[in-house]
């Protein structure tokens, strides 16, 4: 099976082709949002061109931000799959490890967030909000563990499945 077929719509790239994620998530979004915006779901706010875990003013814009339409969709844009001997045997430490780079990412960006952590054909499938997640988690593991590190980016969608092995 080559690697271009693991995943149908994604190609293989290099880990240093990979472009930085747009700014906004233009998931849902309709235009230019009003600021400021408060998401009704997280509390997250839009100010000054991006989300940012502020208190909301009164009288502040209502729109759902693009992490909690993904996740009322189901619809991640960051894929990460880990297989392989030494997750089977490391799966608590190498989920601490998942868990602990999510919170500090959300911490600072409120789009950042894990939506899903599944078992999937004797492996994990791990779903997040943004492609900068899956790229961090794929990359966070790779540095702890080393093992086989793929990524693959579906351009039409601009998705990123990040897959981690050993
Ligand atoms: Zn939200």
């Not at 208190?55 to 799959?81: L, N, Q």
């Not at 998942?98 to 959300?106: D, I, Q």
Request: aromatic share 8%; charged share 30%; with cysteine.
């Amino acid at each position: 099976m080559s690697k271009a077929s693991r995943f149908p719509g994604f190609q293989p790239i290099r880990r240093d082709r990979l472009i930085q994620e747009k700014v906004h998530d233009a998931y849902k979004s309709r235009g230019k949002l009003p600021e400021p915006t408060v998401c009704p779901d997280c509390g997250a706010l839009f100010h000054e061109g991006r989300w940012r875990w502020n208190s909301a003013p009164a009288g502040a814009h209502r729109e759902r931000c693009p992490a909690c339409h993904r996740i009322k969709d189901e619809y991640p844009a960051g894929f990460v799959t880990l297989a392989g001997p030494f997750l089977s045997t490391h799966r608590d430490e190498i989920l601490g490890l998942v868990h602990h780079l999510e919170s500090r990412e959300r911490a600072e960006h409120p789009l950042e967030r894990l939506m899903k952590i599944e078992d999937e054909d004797g492996g994990l499938l791990i779903t997040t909000t943004s492609i900068h997640l899956a790229r961090g988690i794929g990359d966070a593991l790779h540095h702890a563990y080393q093992g086989q590190l793929e990524f693959h980016y579906n351009d039409a969608d601009n998705l990123l499945r990040a897959h981690w092995e050993r």
